[in-house]
């Protein structure tokens, strides 16, 4: 078809969205009201009808999405999107995904397995109801499959897939021959000093290994690395309503992840009998696993980085049949899958699974590998059971109880409610083992390195009303590293927190309106701290000296307006090239240890360790050279040729939808528009660029959130696009320019308003026969 046809196609793929449909499940009426952004908001008889609704009105808005987020979960990828998606499939694979929620389900309570049935009976009405299918299917010549329970588990194991941990320790673990004793300087940097959430406010020191802790596992390393030895975050925070200044709790944040399209997030509205929540659903999911209110407690998550993935060092015989373990040889599971390929044959992988897990990188026909041992897939998880009961929970106690059994994806829970109670809670299931796991992979072979059951949910950190009643998250370290468990090694540095800390001191800022300049803040420590070091610098040349006080002027904010910005940006760039060179780390690209999806890039971790190296002065990397060369000879390379354009052009993001390689005939279609953008991954407006790929915005906050919490009708919000996944729907990317701004939009959460305000009004009936 020609382009123009194209856009009459996904014109027609638009669902009805108004009018009486009968639904074959549904035991009485449901009422589905559109507000003005396309959000939907529906209202059920019971609590079946409402997960059968929402499955229904998600699969309406985003069945694309749902269908190939859940080929992705399982492997199945590469059968739409090609050779491009063959790597992520095969780890997929390797990870026995399919395995793993199958058996999760069959272990769930009632309740849930009832939540889900209901939800997958949605989704499948829909199927069935003989709306036009999204343009996508039409692009691919395919037909939409029939949605099962355990899909939702896959489609939510797929949104925190591995992350956190385990790429630190496949970084260091490759950077190991090259860096020797320095390896434990690669972490993220901690800013001086980390201010970690519990105790509120409190800084602490971080446990740096040595070598002679690492022993074993760098003896071992370094021996499997010998023969290739030449040869890769969100905000929230929660105010109490004694500084409120309405007397009630504020709860604010927003998710920072890539920028996939649709938006990972669809905002939506589900109430019956037993509850009425708003907030972000996960299209192919049940409930609200991440952000919502309920009437009675509101709720928001950042991303911990417990370490909740362990990599073991294995030991193989000849034919890869067994693996060592305490000094006998065990055998290991084998099996090989075929991975269909849209415009090429299958290929086959052979799936090596050990007592630790599955293997995820390395050749164990050369004798080692590396296994993963995940608490995603370990052992059986039961987080759905956690979703009813967080939609019941009145207050932050009974939520925090509700999340008992969460482990998917570990979490900063922030929680508020209308009794004046605020909170945190390090959700996540977190293995009992060594300090020294978090570091580099283990030798699996010696039995030293073992999980010794898990942390138990009463024993997991938590405040509940923490003084002085601020309390913000940002990745930053949960506790100290004296804290009683090991929890984590790596996390992100604490500028976003300690700047959020620091706005909230103003009592200007800490109201919905107040949330939104916070969002929007673009203060970036690491360019202060990048003046302080140009500072020192002298003898330079005309072009570079110039560059140098054109730097020591600017005021440190990453604006969308500031050249200077974008001048700070391409320097640091420079200085993190010249890093990798020196250091000889940069070489490290393409490694097999860094290879499994979505990989790990030496400029990108660099980036991120390179502010607490030159804070410092630390050149251990540098093989002779010096920060002040470097850096010297960084501000030349930039003054030679410096951006001319201001920072927002040069970052601003572009959306693409995954569709658009393969079909750029329909690309004008499929991808939304985007607009210039500030903030960079240090800034609370944390708009965060990917080192090897420039100055671009390749992540950021996909969604912005305030609940005021009491008189939840004044909450705000706003994602990065819209509600709709359908590339014609007005509502596709009809929010993006709000959020570009760093502006929120009414969240509508009453039902007289809404019943006022509706753009839209569909009624789901029961199927017939039966009565309503």
Not at 50 to 70: I, K, P, S, T
Not at 375 to 399: G, W
Not at 528 to 534: D, F, I, S, V, W
Request: a negative charge; proline letters at 8%; glycine letters at 10%.
């Amino acid at each position: 078809m020609a382009k123009q046809d194209w856009r009459a196609a996904a014109e027609q793929a638009i669902p009805p969205l108004g009018g009486r449909l009968r639904l074959p499940g549904l035991a009485g009426p449901v009422t589905l009201l559109r507000d003005a952004e396309g959000v939907p908001h529906l209202r059920a008889e019971s609590a079946a009808d409402a997960f059968l609704a929402q499955g229904f009105v998600h699969a309406q808005d985003r069945l694309f999405q749902m269908e190939l987020n859940r080929r992705r979960a399982l492997g199945r990828s590469a059968e739409w999107l090609g050779p491009a998606g063959f790597a992520a499939d095969a780890l997929a694979r390797r990870l026995g995904m399919e395995a793993a929620c199958r058996r999760d389900v069959a272990a769930l309570g009632a309740e849930a397995r009832a939540m889900l049935a209901a939800y997958a009976a949605g989704v499948n009405a829909f199927l069935a109801s003989g709306a036009p299918r999204p343009v996508e299917y039409a692009l691919l010549e395919a037909a939409p499959e029939p949605w099962e329970d355990w899909h939702c588990l896959a489609v939510m194991r797929r949104l925190g897939l591995l992350m956190g941990s385990v790429w630190f320790k496949l970084w260091r673990a490759a950077a190991l021959p090259v860096a020797g004793e320095a390896v434990t300087l690669l972490r993220y940097d901690d800013g001086g000093g980390d201010l970690v959430i519990a105790p509120a406010g409190a800084e602490a020191e971080r446990w740096r290994a040595s070598l002679a802790e690492l022993a074993p596992a760098a003896a071992a390393l370094l021996a499997a690395a010998a023969p290739d030895g030449t040869g890769g975050g969100s905000n929230n925070w929660v105010v109490a309503g004694a500084l409120s200044g309405t007397g009630r709790p504020v709860l604010a944040g927003d998710p920072h992840r890539v920028f996939e399209v649709p938006g990972m997030y669809a905002q939506g509205h589900v109430a019956c009998p037993e509850f009425d929540a708003i907030g972000l659903t996960v299209p192919g999911v049940p409930g609200f696993p991440h952000f919502a209110q309920n009437g009675g407690v509101a709720w928001c998550v950042t991303h911990t980085f417990a370490d909740i993935h362990d990599l073991y060092l294995e030991r193989f015989d000849d034919g890869a049949r067994h693996a060592l373990f305490r000094g006998a040889w065990e055998p290991v599971e084998r099996r090989r899958e075929s991975i269909a390929i849209r415009g090429e044959a299958p290929r086959e992988i052979e799936v090596v699974v050990t007592r630790h897990g599955p293997v995820i990188c390395g050749d164990p026909a050369r004798g080692t590998a590396l296994a993963l041992r995940s608490v995603q897939f370990a052992e059986t998880d039961l987080s759905f059971d956690c979703l009813p009961r967080m939609l019941r929970a009145r207050s932050v106690e009974a939520l925090f109880e509700a999340t008992r059994g969460w482990g998917l994806i570990d979490h900063n829970l922030l929680a508020a409610d209308t009794a004046g109670r605020t909170g945190w809670l390090l959700r996540a299931r977190v293995p009992r083992r060594g300090r020294e796991n978090g570091w580099l992979p283990v030798p699996g072979w010696t039995g030293d390195h073992e999980w010794q059951g898990w942390i138990p949910h009463e024993a997991m950190p938590r405040l509940i009303d923490p003084a002085p009643g601020l309390l913000a998250t940002a990745n930053n370290r949960p506790v100290p590293d004296s804290h009683p468990d090991y929890l984590c090694t790596d996390c992100h540095p604490p500028y976003r927190s300690r700047r959020v800390t620091e706005l909230l001191a103003d009592p200007a800022l800490r109201g919905i309106e107040g949330a939104a300049r916070i969002h929007a803040d673009t203060l970036s420590a690491p360019a202060r701290e990048m003046q302080g070091h140009l500072a020192r610098l002298a003898g330079l040349a005309p072009e570079a000296e110039a560059l140098r006080q054109e730097l020591l002027a600017w005021d440190g904010r990453m604006t969308a307006e500031s050249v200077a910005a974008a001048r700070y940006i391409a320097l640091r760039l420079a200085l993190v090239r010249r890093l990798g060179a020196a250091s000889g780390l940069a070489g490290l690209a393409g490694q097999d240890w860094l290879s499994p999806p979505p990989g790990v890039a030496p400029l990108t971790q660099l980036w991120w360790a390179l502010p607490a190296l030159l804070r410092a002065d630390d050149a251990s990397l540098l093989r002779g050279e010096s920060w002040a060369a470097l850096l010297g000879a960084a501000l030349a390379e930039v003054a030679a040729a410096p951006p001319a354009e201001p920072w927002g052009a040069l970052h601003q993001p572009r959306f693409q939808h995954p569709l658009s390689p393969l079909f750029p005939e329909a690309a004008a279609l499929l991808d939304p528009p985007s607009l210039p953008v500030g903030g960079d991954g240090d800034t609370v407006q944390a708009n965060g660029l990917v080192a090897p790929l420039g100055p671009r915005a390749a992540y950021g906050a996909i969604a912005r959130y305030a609940f005021d919490v009491g008189a939840f009708e004044n909450s705000r919000w706003c994602v990065f696009l819209g509600a709709s996944g359908h590339p014609a729907s007005p509502h596709y990317a009809d929010q993006n320019p709000a959020w570009s701004r760093c502006e929120m939009l009414p969240m509508r959460a009453d039902w007289a308003a809404l019943e006022a305000v509706a753009t839209q009004r569909q009624s789901l009936l029961p199927d017939e026969g039966v009565s309503a």
